[in-house]
């Protein structure tokens, strides 16, 4: 993750257009692949909008800005960093917003701790995070740091819902060159397991709030102790709020279950949870589902790895770094009863199959809405330890949306493999505008340390609004959706549809609680909105699901109308068989105030790339999301200040994007061939070319770039092949990063002219 030092060095350049009177847009600066590139293309946007008086104000919110930001009192006045991510928040709610936001990473514990052990060693007095505090000072740290882990960046400046589809151009390249993907086979052994009871589904209740107040969550032990987990919620009026519960015992016995039957059938087991934004959630059930497959391991051990502090929700890797602390004949021990639990269990998909990295060994590999999509287009198949594709048993223990994903592999199996080049488009509105729905990255989900009830009071009047039956290790959570939001999500649907002519589908399940409560606001505000004529409907997330799969291999565009796990996993399930990337998206969130947030599509921040970068100097990650959302936050801004040169640059910037696309110049996957910086500069390239058209200043930039077009591609061919050294991971160092990310002096020189 590139940190704040490299910040420093773009924004002290001081734009020339940073007037009193510039148009202002906001840039985060957030984390590994995304950071990179932004460092080698944030020079040439300045370059492009100095002469439209357009000042870009870079907003560092990486996971180690945020971890600074924490804590002030510990650090020198040159070390400490303000809150960034909280400014940004309250922006967002202002008319005036213009922000450009890229991937940043959903911390999980063990990258958490990396990035303060690389703080630490670069002289950073912050605290090491205590995982299971011991005494009063360690659960301050603890909850301080749960302020970055998980989910943390992206409900904070969410102040809107979500409008995501594909441009024109990228759809159209994606059927001009579609991406081949697996065929699919009526007899394939692949299929979704979920859990029949004991889940969260299985379990929810909602309630709909009368008026303005607050809720407390409360838990009574068996001995009638009583204790607030969280004093108080404040609520809206007509506001939705939710509880559910999963049962731990019934989680390790549906464990039980499919381990077997994927030894029986002979078929991978793969799992599938998004352990780095359900913060609290999934990494314990991530940690089941390990404990369970290496139970004979753990029970044997348990003293061991009580001592060394293993943590099965990190992933097995951690009982693998753990171990090395032992002695050498007890790791060997340690290692032969793993060996043992292999051979005994069920092939495991692997993640890596060259280094032995299997699917249970890290849980921020393991992201639903990225892989179960990648299962589909490869024929239903993962890697296996020698590397082949093989059947898999995808487990995913809910079945609020695991049911979704089977429809989509049961389509593929009756329908065969869709095409991309003939696929319709599938694109989505979601609710997600101030926190909404569903998500267990936040303060109301709960591991039970002991069986009891948990229930959520009404402070309004005392009643009891939910109550559940929990027992020790169950996994509680309480979320709300404010109504607000769901009245604008409920327009923008409208709005999207009449806009595109294209029927708009609401995925909601009246058999559970929470939609059905969503059905019934739906129904309720669709009739404030001219619907005339226009094809919106209601239908359960599986039927929803067939019939935008139907729909796009018979070459229809559908608009997805959904909540926002939904949201995530749709986002990336039909732009990777679409355009076989979610990082093609275009994402626009309309504030509620009048503002604008502009997200550089989905496919989070890509570690893979910045390792493969790291070790021989070519940087795989495809910024066409970035550019595009530049673009539109360019041409809303010109029209909102009045500035038609501004508009004009959104434009060509559109139009540069077409053309680079229609001329192939994405990265490649290999070393020494065109990676990010050599996209980049075509980009600069046709950009300068498409303004010079209209406004001769750019005419000598354009020249020159197209003139000593062959020596700057080489340079950017010879500088790979070889590591590279930026001085960190999540805080490297601010010349090094420039350096590895502009190396080509041509170039440079281009854009740093006066011209």
């Known amino acids: 993750m590139i940190g704040h030092q490299s910040i420093r060095l773009l924004a002290s350049r001081k734009f020339s257009s940073s007037s009193r009177n510039a148009a202002k847009v906001v840039y985060t600066y957030t984390d590994e692949a995304p950071a990179l590139a932004t460092a080698g293309f944030l020079p040439i946007l300045n370059k492009f909008t100095n002469s439209a008086n357009v000042a870009f104000e870079i907003s560092d919110i990486s996971v180690a800005s945020r971890v600074l930001a924490l804590w002030p009192d510990r650090l020198s006045e040159s070390q400490r960093k303000p809150d960034n991510l909280a400014a940004l928040g309250e922006l967002a709610k202002t008319p005036d ?48 740091y749960a302020k970055v882990l998980g989910s943390a960046v992206n409900p904070v400046l969410r102040e809107g819902n979500s409008d995501r589809r594909a441009a024109a151009p990228v759809k159209a390249f994606a059927q001009a060159h579609p991406k081949k993907m697996g065929a699919w ?29 607050s809720v407390r969550m409360e838990f009574e032990n068996k001995n009638g102790d009583v204790k607030v987990m969280k004093k108080t919620t404040p609520l809206l009026d007509n506001e939705v709020i939710d509880a559910s519960f999963m049962s731990r015992a019934k989680l390790a016995a549906f464990v039980e279950h499919e381990l077997a039957d994927a030894k029986a059938q002979d078929i991978l087991l793969s799992l599938h949870l998004k ?19 290496f139970k004979d391991v753990f029970s044997k051990h348990a003293s061991l790895f009580k001592e060394l502090g293993v943590n099965a929700n990190n992933g097995f ?89 089977q429809t989509a592999v049961d389509f593929v199996k009756q329908n065969g493999q869709f095409d991309a080049a003939t696929m319709g488009h599938t694109s989505n509105v979601g609710l997600m505008a101030q926190k909404a729905e569903e998500y267990g990255s936040h303060d109301k989900t709960f591991e039970m340390s002991e069986a009891g ?28 959706t404010k109504d607000i939001p769901i009245k604008d999500w409920v327009k923008l649907a409208v709005n999207r549809a009449r806009a595109s002519n294209t029927p708009a589908i609401f995925w909601l399940d009246p058999n559970r609680p929470h939609d059905a409560n969503l059905i019934k606001k739906v129904n309720e505000y669709l009739p404030e909105h001219n619907a005339e004529g226009l094809d919106i409907t209601i239908e359960t997330p599986e039927k929803a699901c067939w019939v935008s799969m139907e729909r796009a291999m018979a070459g229809k565009d559908t608009i997805s109308v ?15 068989l679409e355009l076989a990337s979610s990082s093609k998206m275009l994402s626009i969130v309309p504030l509620l105030a009048g503002g604008g947030l502009y997200e550089t599509g989905a496919g989070g921040s890509a570690p893979k790339h910045v ?12 910024s066409l999301g970035e550019y595009l959302a530049t673009a539109v936050s360019l041409e809303e801004l010109g029209v909102k200040s009045g500035n038609e040169k501004v508009t004009q640059l959104g434009e060509c910037l559109n139009e540069a994007v077409a053309q680079w696309l229609n001329n192939n110049k994405g990265p490649s996957r290999k070393v020494n061939e065109i990676d990010n910086r050599g996209s980049v500069y075509y980009l600069a390239l046709y950009w300068a070319e498409a303004m010079a058209k209209k406004d001769k200043s750019f ?57």
Not at 105 to 133: F, R, T
Not at 275 to 293: I, L, N, Q, W, Y
Not at 329 to 348: H, I, N
Not at 611 to 616: K, S
């Open 97 to 144: 917003a213009n922000i450009i936001k890229l991937p940043n990473v959903s911390a999980s514990v063990p990258q958490l701790k990396a990035c303060i052990a690389e703080l630490q060693a670069k002289g950073y007095d912050v605290p090491s995070y205590p995982q299971s505090p011991t005494n009063s000072e360690e659960e301050v740290i603890n909850k301080t």
């Open 275 to 293: 352990a780095t934004m359900m913060k609290v959630s999934d990494p314990r059930m991530f940690g089941t589902v390990v404990e369970v497959f």
């Open 562 to 576: 959904t909540g926002n796990v939904l949201r995530d996993y749709n986002t990336d399930l039909f732009p990777i």
């Open 611 to 622: 390792q493969q970068f790291l070790e021989e100097g070519h940087l795989r990650w495809d």
């Open 317 to 405: 890797g951690d009982v693998l770094e753990k171990i090395q602390n032992a002695p050498a004949d007890v790791q060997k021990q340690v290692l032969a009863d793993v060996d043992a639990a292999y051979k005994s269990g069920p092939s495991l998909a692997y993640v890596n199959s060259d280094k032995g990295i299997t699917n249970l060994h890290v849980p921020s590999d393991v992201i639903v809405d990225a892989s179960m999509p990648v299962v589909i287009r490869d024929s239903g198949k993962m890697y296996n330890k020698a590397g082949n594709l093989q059947d898999t048993k995808c487990v995913i223990p809910d079945r609020c949306y695991a049911r979704v994903f």
């Open 453 to 480: 009830t948990m229930r959520v009071i009404n402070e309004n009047d005392g009643s009891v609004v939910f109550e559940h039956q929990v027992e020790q290790g169950d996994i509680w959570r309480m979320c709300q």
């Open 185 to 213: 086979t009526k007899d394939s052994k692949t299929h979704v397991a979920f859990m029949k009871d004991g889940d969260f589904y299985g379990s929810e209740k909602s309630f709909v709030m009368p008026k303005a107040g």
């Open 699 to 755: 005419t000598k930039m354009a020249t020159a770039l197209r003139e000593n077009e062959a020596k700057i591609t080489q340079e950017l061919i010879d500088c790979q092949g070889k590591p590279q050294d930026i001085g960190g991971y999540y805080l490297p160092d601010k010349e090094m990063t420039e350096k590895a990310m502009r190396p080509s002096a041509t170039l440079n020189a281009i854009i740093d002219s006066a011209y």
